[in-house]
């Protein structure tokens, strides 16, 4: 797993080449990489909740433990199922393709392009809307990249057809991906929200 990602963030193309060769299954990947790399975002969203807290007007406000475990929990599972949405978005627009990819092989793309957002998910440590932002650009450009990179070589596209749509699939997954990943950062707030809205009414009654 280590190797995977260290090489993606590296040396892509031949990274790629590496990932084609294994012929590895959903659930191996999944296993080795996805539920790994998932808890980087679960798991800082839970410390910057509850141990830092992330700031709504000038004060930053923490969620209590049990609360924020949940939260985190739910979080973590609404990545590994975004991860399959996008591996079936991928094998739906790569149908132009005269040699489409399987859909096992789209879902091992997701899983590994999402690598640089995975680790782009420490910045939910510290409640700064900024550095979400720059962390936030950073980490789509080099999935942008990675896209790019991995079409023609993880799913078997030609140079000259990958090339011709290499953008416009880039493009389209890319979009679709950043809506994603839009919607899993709004459920985490509203998560967050409702978090702190419940830590506050229930201590207004602590006897209960």
């Known amino acids: 797993m280590i190797n995977h990602v260290w090489g993606l963030l590296s040396r892509p193309t031949q990274e790629w080449k590496n990932i084609r060769g294994e012929g590895e299954t959903i659930t191996h990947m999944y296993a080795h990489h996805v539920l790994l790399l998932a808890l980087i975002p679960a798991i800082s969203a839970f410390l910057g909740t509850t141990q830092i807290g992330w700031r709504v007007d000038t004060e930053a406000d923490r969620v209590a433990v049990s609360t924020g475990l949940a939260m985190a929990l739910t979080f973590y599972v609404l990545i590994l199922v975004a991860v399959g949405i996008m591996g079936n978005v991928i094998h739906w627009m790569s149908e132009r393709f005269n040699n489409r990819p399987s859909r096992r092989r789209c879902v091992l793309f997701a899983g590994y392009t999402a690598t640089p957002l995975f680790i782009g998910g420490l ?86």
Not at 131 to 137: E, K, M, P, R, T
Not at 156 to 165: D, H, R
């Open 123 to 208: 910045a939910l440590l510290y409640p700064s809307l900024i550095l979400w932002a720059i962390v936030g650009v950073i980490a789509v450009a080099y999935t942008g990249y990675l896209l790019y990179t991995g079409y023609p070589t993880l799913l078997g596209v030609s140079l000259a057809e990958g090339f011709k749509e290499g953008f416009t699939i880039t493009g389209g997954t890319l979009a679709i991906g950043v809506l994603v990943l839009e919607l899993l950062l709004a459920a985490t707030v509203a998560l967050w929200g409702l978090g702190f809205d419940f830590g506050v009414s229930w201590s207004l009654f602590p006897g209960r």
